[in-house]
């Protein structure tokens, strides 16, 4: 029940000789749901994208272990199999490539072996349901012309179907209307399991009105600086980041 | 946002040659006459006593020779300084004559042919086939019901004497000696090819293909198509074209000269992959006249310099044309191509989709012409080019030129060029997918507007291409 999902220690990490991450410590366990929250430029994103391995980040210092492995030493689409998930804040159009056709490849090269066509079809249209999606969306081309809100469902829908270890959540709720922020968060919930993890970056506290976090971590300059439970999240609703109380 | 190559995407390993698996193999020569290396008046006589041709073919021959020499070598668009002209053979012929049976074919011949999977193309859905063997086409069938129905399909050499008022009327009207130096070399040398009549009013509802291959060493191919659709008839027409690689040069000056009559509709669809060592210099063109449709879809793949700009000349009114062209251009390779639309009569319609990928050094230059004559109002044109770069070596530009001659037109025109982007490679890896799949999968979308445009034999050759050009290149 207490297995380890992720460990990252004194993790530092830098953009262009700048440093944004300056040592984060976090644990993760199976069946936990952590909300990490923070001011606009805290490393919020950053943290998201130096563990899913975007090259642009160097990281500086310290450990990552992911399912027992060495992440930092992974390469991307090696993290995606060994179970880690990020859903995108800003998810790129991928022209003349189907979701349909993308699902299922990212679902072959993570599950290792190609999914049934049919079962898998019936799968996606269930999923699909669950989030309120049109199934038409399967023959449209990746996130290309799709809204805010159709952009972060179909990350979701990936979460859903792709079925990993951690989903780390990085702002899905921005430029989403409340109605879809209900269903893409009640869909989270759903998917959280006693052997997965989910990470839910955030600066949006109305979330908590639909998940039920088991940890709060308040990330200010690269730093984490306060952990709690969900009272954590209402405290920094009505004092705001800038107190310099922790 | 991330702009240079971080550790784990810089891990590159480059491979000098593509290996292009079939389309390089080699097969012995064996001619029964081989012209010497250059041209001359006397070459030229021999070929056309070879082919027992009338006198009018024979005087258009040396009347053309005496143009290319006169002619100096164009120096607007490629590079051609380091082509030879005298050390490539104008005209081989293999050695067999035209055979309609697929088991007549000589074997090493048909091997490659079948590599190519050339039967299989026709087993399957074409209403018939031709295939060309260096200067020669070695086969050629039709179905019967559409040879019923007054269809020809045949070589162009057997057209000159078979069809020899149809030949004559239209032979080199549209690509005249006088347009550049190559067409005035195609009208000496020209060989092979493919002519197709389709008669008033006929639907030839299955596409007709026809296959080229070069196969001797520093041999040059001058096929000559020549289509001619009459009224209200309709055609589907596909070329493919390979060569393996020799160390020499090979030159391809081949001429397709396509006439679309009134209510009539053609698509003439290519791909050609030549070897990297071939100057492809080859002129297309088609005229449509009243209420016509000419739909061009063209592939153009290997080379080491191809210069290539489909030409539609929309003479009737309401005449239409459609344009979707992919070049792809990898190390060593300078692939100039584009299309040209001339809209010469009222309400004459154009679409332009041209797409090109330049990787490992590649240079594919876009060059386009839309040209609308004082006459012809209420022209309607949308011109879309795209460009996608692989990497910061290789180039790509864009050269349309657009000629209005009155006021009442609506034209659109859009350019994009851009670099494979690397966020979209870490989104795509972020779900497993390798950096290499994620690579060809956006080169794949890149270009599926093109793919299914293309009949199912030919989407899965593109693809195969997209996916030999990809492999080893990427780590």
Not at chain 1, 20 to 37: F, N, P, R, S, Y
Not at chain 1, 214 to 237: F, P
Not at chain 2, 93 to 114: A, C, Y
Not at chain 2, 325 to 349: C, E
């Amino acid at each position: 029940m207490t297995s380890e999902i992720i460990k990252i220690c004194n993790l530092k990490s830098s953009v262009e000789g700048q440093q944004i991450l300056k040592g984060i410590d976090l644990d993760i366990k199976a069946g936990e749901i952590h909300v990490i929250m923070g001011p606009n430029g805290a490393g919020k994103s950053t943290l998201a994208n130096v563990l899913m391995g975007h090259p642009a980040h160097k990281v500086d210092t310290g450990e990552v272990t992911f399912m027992g492995k060495d992440l930092l030493t992974m390469k991307v689409d090696e993290r995606a199999k060994a179970g880690l998930f990020l859903s995108f804040q800003y998810p790129e159009e991928v022209p003349g490539v189907t979701v349909e056709n993308f699902l299922r490849t990212a679902k072959k090269e993570v599950a290792g072996i190609m999914p049934m066509a049919l079962s898998f079809k019936k799968e996606l249209h269930s999923k699909m349901e669950m989030l309120n999606m049109d199934s038409k969306y399967l023959e449209r081309y990746l996130n290309q012309g799709f809204s805010g809100g159709e952009k972060k469902k179909n990350e979701i829908l990936q979460m859903a179907v792709l079925n990993p270890k951690l989903a780390i959540l990085d702002e899905t709720d921005s430029g989403l209307d409340i109605d879809a922020i209900r269903v893409v968060y009640e869909s989270v919930q759903k998917l959280s399991k006693a052997d997965n993890a989910i990470l839910v970056i955030t600066h949006y506290n109305k979330i908590l009105n639909y998940i039920t976090p088991d940890y709060v971590h308040v990330l200010v300059d690269g730093k984490i600086v306060r952990s709690g439970d969900v009272t954590l999240a209402e405290e920094i609703e009505s004092k705001g980041y800038e107190k310099r109380e922790w | 946002m991330r702009k240079e190559s971080g550790e784990h995407m810089a891990k590159k390993t480059y491979i000098e040659e593509v290996n292009r698996g079939v389309y390089d193999i080699i097969n012995k020569e064996d001619h029964r006459y081989k012209a010497d290396r250059g041209l001359t008046e006397d070459i030229i006589r021999e070929i056309s006593r070879e082919k027992d041709e009338p006198q009018w073919m024979l005087d258009y021959r040396l009347k053309s020779l005496e143009i290319f020499n006169a002619k100096p070598m164009p120096t607007w668009g490629a590079d051609l300084s380091e082509l030879d002209m005298d050390n490539i053979v104008h005209y081989v012929r293999p050695n067999t004559d035209m055979s309609t049976s697929w088991d007549d074919v000589p074997e090493d011949i048909k091997q490659t042919f079948d590599r190519l999977g050339i039967p299989e193309a026709e087993k399957k859905s074409l209403a018939g086939v031709g295939a060309q063997y260096d200067s020669e086409v070695v086969y050629h069938s039709m179905r019967e019901d559409l040879k019923a129905k007054g269809v020809v399909y045949t070589d162009m050499d057997s057209a000159v004497k078979a069809y020899e008022s149809i030949v004559r009327k239209y032979f080199m009207t549209m690509i005249t000696n006088r347009d550049h130096k190559f067409s005035a070399l195609h009208g000496a040398v020209w060989s092979g090819g493919s002519f197709v009549y389709v008669p008033e009013g006929v639907e030839v509802d299955f596409p007709l293909q026809s296959y080229f291959r070069l196969n001797a060493k520093g041999a040059g191919q001058f096929e000559h198509t020549l289509i001619v659709v009459e009224k209200n008839a309709s055609l589907h027409f596909i070329e493919g074209c390979s060569a393996p690689k020799y160390s020499v040069q090979n030159l391809h000056a081949g001429a397709v000269e396509l006439f679309v009559k009134e209510g009539a509709k053609l698509r003439y669809s290519t791909i050609e992959n030549w070897s990297r060592n071939m100057y492809n210099l080859n002129t297309k063109r088609c005229m449509v006249e009243k209420n016509g449709k000419i739909e061009w879809v063209s592939g153009s793949f290997g080379s080491k310099v191809s210069m290539l700009y489909p030409m539609s000349i929309l003479k009737g009114e309401g005449a239409s044309s459609e344009f979707t062209g992919i070049t792809f251009a990898a190390k060593g390779q300078y692939l100039d191509t584009g299309t040209k639309v001339v809209h010469a009569a009222p309400n004459t319609t154009s679409i332009v989709n041209s797409k090109s990928i330049s990787k490992d050094g590649g240079h594919a230059f876009y060059r386009g012409l839309l040209r609308v004559t004082p006459n012809a109002v209420n022209v309607k044109s949308t011109v879309n080019c795209e460009s996608l770069m692989l990497d910061n070596r290789s180039k790509s530009d864009t050269l349309p030129i657009i000629e209005i001659g009155n006021e009442q037109v609506d034209i659109g025109h859009e350019a994009k060029i851009g670099r494979i982007s690397d966020d979209t490679i870490f989104y795509l890896m972020s779900r497993g997918i390798s950096e290499a799949e994620a690579k060809a999968m956006i080169v794949r979308g890149f270009v599926e507007p093109i793919t299914k445009e293309l009949p199912l034999e030919y989407a899965v050759e593109l693809n195969n291409l997209i996916n030999l050009e990809l492999e080893g290149t990427i780590g």
